[in-house]
């Protein structure tokens, strides 16, 4: 706490405790004010216990009635003489003299908590409140046992101070006014002290302090301008030659600091360069590596494709004209069968050895499955050679669902049932979308990796049994100018703190020696550099992940053009 603002509340202390005494008398005066009800209470009633034991010894030959008439007469001539409400009671309660003269005789109805019954009883005064038709707000009471001389207890007095009350209250609210003016008085006049105190006192320590703050924020060339020849005045000379010290000492310090913050900079500018120049050294290294590997699996499988193609194409053909000699054949024998029906024995006997009648339910059946057979492994040869796209041009028009189609068979064999798991589903939902013009070859690569990952994935969930039906959803469709293909798996998902460095190279969740980690960084650079679209993965921890391609298919018809404008220019220049 600041010097000025303990001497302000120093100040206000004293303040406050002056108006706190105040209260306090306005509380005495309060309690004075019942104190002079009470003594005038019993200054009555002695003076009316005087009378009746006058009236009892000197006058004993009276009547009862001549007795309470005279008291009659005393109790108004009191009123008269002091403007408050009087009554006398007996120890019955019965009022034996009132200044309403019509309440006497009756008994007293408005000592409901029977505060006269007890003082009645133990003499002590008692006060308490009246309130009826009459006093709707109520009236003060005060009640004092009425005694004769020799101490014998005859009734009680009841006497009205509500006057009295009243008027040590409005003593008690001007006494209160008063003090609170002196209270607010001393507290401006302890603000204004303050103030001066704070300016004449704590404004050279505000300047040290502010010096200090600004030293410590490193503003060195700090000083402070006290000239006083006390005891600031010594700090002050001494905090002005601490700066001077820290200022040289500074000086010198970041003169050297300088030096070696270029040399470290220059070293961290070498490391940096070199992490970057093996890091690119070593990207480069992976994708010609994994471009070499496509190259020989695009040309092996093409060339593998073409060796099948053209056995397969021939027996295929000759199956044709099989089938049709061979039904040609089995409609001779039913009509041999037909026209001869008791053929030779000799032809009997090779017609039980041979089973005609089973060659001839058979042997179509054979030829159908075969033409299947042949016409499957033309599908596969077919599929080979869409995948790898070595008999198209580099950049053409191609349907996707294709490419979708070909990647699929050929991972039929980790799709379909294996001996410890259940078969993947796949499921299509593919839309209307027009053939685009892209680099086929690479987009099948990169349907392959998404493909293979989520294949991947819903293995991972087998094995942890929290997958019990495994499914791949590829969904396409045209969404305004771009072409948009996803494809989703309900697998373990992917946590979100690593889906920031999904796409970087090397990065991969998979065990060594599973994964180079350049699988999905690759994709990303053909659908963002080669095709100028987009690659984003939307997952999260046991929700499976969803893997969006969007690929703007006027920006590839643009990006085609200009290819094809560079590859005329370079047949030019040739």
């Given at each position: ?8 509340l ?9 108006g ?7 509380h005495?005066?309060?309690?004075i004010?019942?104190y002079l009800?009470?003594?005038?209470a019993?200054?009555v009633?002695g003076?009316?216990?005087y009378?009746?034991?006058?009236e ?7 009547s ?6 005279h ?7 009191l ?8 009554e006398?009671v007996d120890?019955?309660?019965i009022?034996l003299a009132?200044?309403?003269a019509?309440?006497?005789?009756t008994r ?7 505060e006269v019954?007890?003082?009645?009883q133990d003499?002590?005064p008692r006060?308490y409140?009246?309130?009826s038709s009459e006093y709707?707000?109520?009236i ?11 101490s014998?207890?005859f009734?009680?007095v ?6 009295l ?5 409005a003593t008690a ?14 507290g ?11 300016r004449s006192i704590?404004?050279?320590?505000k300047?040290?302090?502010?010096a200090v703050?600004n030293l410590a924020?490193?503003?060195l060339?700090t000083r402070?301008n ?7 005045g ?6 002005n030659k601490?700066?001077?010290?820290l200022?040289?000492s ?10 070696l ?5 220059e070293?961290?500018q070498?490391e ?5 120049a ?12 994994q ?7 695009g ?11 053209n056995?397969?194409?021939?027996i295929?053909?000759?199956l044709?004209?099989t089938?049709d000699?061979?039904q ?8 041999y069968?037909?026209y001869?029906?008791?053929p030779?024995?000799?032809i009997?006997?090779?017609?039980q050895?041979?089973d005609?009648?089973?060659l ?5 059946k054979m ?5 299947m057979?042949?016409?499957r492994?033309?599908e596969?040869?077919l599929?080979?050679r ?8 580099e950049?053409k028009?191609?349907d996707l669902h ?5 990647t699929?068979?050929?991972?039929q064999?980790?799709?379909k049932?294996?001996?410890n798991r ?9 839309g ?8 086929a ?5 990169v349907?392959m990796?998404?493909?293979?990952n ?6 991972e ?5 929290i997958?019990?039906?495994?499914w791949i959803?590829i969904?396409?469709e ?12 309900n697998?373990v998902?992917?946590?979100e703190?690593?889906?920031s460095?999904l796409f970087?190279?090397f990065?991969?969740t998979?065990p060594?020696g599973q ?8 994709s990303?650079?053909i ?43 370079r047949?030019k220049?040739?």
């Amino acid at each position: 706490m600041k010097i000025s603002q303990k001497l302000i509340l120093g100040v206000l202390g004293m303040a406050t405790l002056s108006g706190i005494i105040a209260a306090i008398s306005a509380h005495q005066q309060l309690k004075i004010a019942k104190y002079l009800a009470q003594q005038e209470a019993e200054e009555v009633a002695g003076l009316l216990g005087y009378f009746v034991s006058y009236e009892l010894e000197y006058h004993k030959m009276r009547s009862r009635e001549e007795m309470l008439a005279h008291l009659q007469e005393h109790v108004q001539a009191l009123h008269k003489q002091r403007q408050r409400d009087l009554e006398i009671v007996d120890r019955n309660k019965i009022i034996l003299a009132d200044v309403v003269a019509e309440d006497i005789g009756t008994r007293l109805d408005h000592d409901r908590n029977n505060e006269v019954g007890k003082t009645i009883q133990d003499g002590i005064p008692r006060t308490y409140v009246e309130t009826s038709s009459e006093y709707p707000k109520g009236i003060q009471l005060i009640a004092v046992a009425f005694k004769t001389t020799n101490s014998k207890t005859f009734g009680a007095v009841i006497l009205e101070y509500t006057p009295l009350y009243k008027a040590a209250l409005a003593t008690a609210h001007k006494n209160i006014f008063v003090t609170s003016v002196i209270s607010l008085a001393c507290g401006i006049f302890a603000l204004a002290t303050g103030y001066l105190i704070s300016r004449s006192i704590s404004k050279p320590i505000k300047q040290l302090q502010q010096a200090v703050v600004n030293l410590a924020e490193g503003k060195l060339d700090t000083r402070v301008n006290i000239r006083s020849h006390d005891e600031i005045g010594e700090l002050a000379t001494s905090f002005n030659k601490m700066a001077d010290d820290l200022q040289y000492s500074r000086d010198e310090f970041v003169n050297a600091n300088e030096q070696l913050r270029n040399e470290i900079t220059e070293r961290q500018q070498a490391e940096i360069e070199l992490q970057q120049a093996l890091k690119d050294l070593k990207k480069t290294q992976i994708q010609l590596i994994q471009s070499e590997k496509m190259s020989s699996l695009g040309q092996l499988v093409a060339g593998v494709a073409h060796e099948i193609n053209n056995p397969v194409n021939f027996i295929y053909g000759n199956l044709e004209h099989t089938d049709d000699y061979t039904q040609q054949l089995l409609l001779l024998i039913k009509l041999y069968q037909n026209y001869y029906p008791n053929p030779e024995p000799e032809i009997q006997n090779a017609n039980q050895v041979v089973d005609i009648e089973y060659l001839i339910e058979d042997l179509p059946k054979m030829l159908s499955s075969m033409k299947m057979g042949a016409k499957r492994i033309r599908e596969i040869v077919l599929s080979l050679r869409i995948f790898s796209r070595l008999d198209e041009a580099e950049f053409k028009t191609v349907d996707l669902h294709e490419g979708i189609d070909s990647t699929l068979l050929i991972l039929q064999h980790r799709i379909k049932a294996q001996n410890n798991r259940l078969e993947i589903q796949v499921i299509k939902e593919y839309g209307e979308m027009p053939k685009i013009q892209c680099f086929a070859g690479q987009l099948n690569q990169v349907f392959m990796n998404l493909l293979a990952n989520a294949i991947d994935a819903l293995e991972e969930s087998l094995q942890k049994d929290i997958c019990p039906n495994p499914w791949i959803r590829i969904s396409s469709e045209q969404v305004n100018e771009n072409a948009v293909i996803r494809i989703a798996d309900n697998g373990v998902g992917i946590a979100e703190a690593i889906q920031s460095r999904l796409f970087d190279p090397f990065f991969t969740t998979k065990p060594v020696g599973q994964g180079t980690g350049m699988g999905l960084s690759i994709s990303y650079q053909i659908i963002t550099e080669k095709h100028g679209g987009s690659l984003q993965c939307i997952s999260s921890p046991g929700q499976g992940a969803e893997f969006i391609i969007a690929i703007p298919i006027r920006a590839v018809k643009s990006a085609q053009l200009s290819i094809c404008d560079r590859h005329a220019y370079r047949e030019k220049s040739a």
